[in-house]
């Protein structure tokens, strides 16, 4: 017998798909990138140049990283705009997740396209004017400048502070969602793995932006 899927279905199914993979894989990839800046701007600028040499790096770009993200954002402020928030008569933690989950990925929306304009590309006015992947070798010193600007290090605290949970929070999604977590024992133990693995990246991402503005990031010595 042939089963129809719906065009919503797929839809929802490819947005949770890509939210883990490839956003979720290159969230990783890029705080580790990122934490190269803690043993210092040497070693951060070699990083950039690295992966600037990767082959077709520019299609890499573009089909692994912006075309999934722009569907993702797009499809997610969609799926914000439908929300049916009942918290004032379900206040419970779940439901609360379900708003801060949308929250935090309207926050993500300015703050992704803040952060690509400013560093990927240096086209936001008034701010740095030199793309970091086209002049690897200032990669360090161009970050460093930005972020000794207080408001533009809140924004950066704020945008990683979102990022972390709502990937954090994605994960416990998919994996329920996608059948992976059955049953409450499991999904609560997933939640608490969830709750671990966001606490770590929170860490590591506030670390490494730290190391652009204090030599060895939140505690000096401790790699
Ligand atoms: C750029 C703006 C973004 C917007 C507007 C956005 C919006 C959303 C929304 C509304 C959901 C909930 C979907 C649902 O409950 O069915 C969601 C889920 C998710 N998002 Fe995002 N998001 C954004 C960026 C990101 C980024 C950068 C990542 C990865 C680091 C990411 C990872 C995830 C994951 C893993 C889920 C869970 C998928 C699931 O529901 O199974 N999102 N997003």
Known sequence: MAIRLSRTFILRKLHQ???IMPLGIFLLEHFYTNSKALS???????AVTDLQSIPYILYVEICGIFIPLIYHAVYGLVITVE???NNLYYPYARNWFYIIQRVTG???FFFIAFHVLNFRFGLVPGLNRLSVADNPTQAFEIVSREFHMAWVFI??????????????NGIWLFVVDWGIAIGER???MTGYACI???LLLLVVGVNAAVAFIRPGGLIPGIL
Do not use: E, K
Not at 40 to 46: E, K, R, S, V
């Open 17 to 19: 798909l890509s939210g």
């Open 40 to 46: 210092g701007p040497a070693d951060f600028n070699h």
């Open 83 to 85: 929300a049916r928030p």
């Open 106 to 108: 309207f926050i993500l």
């Open 155 to 168: 924004v950066y605290l704020v945008g990683i502070t979102a990022t972390v949970w709502h990937l954090a």
């Open 186 to 188: 499991a999904q609560r």
């Open 196 to 198: 671990a693995i966001g």
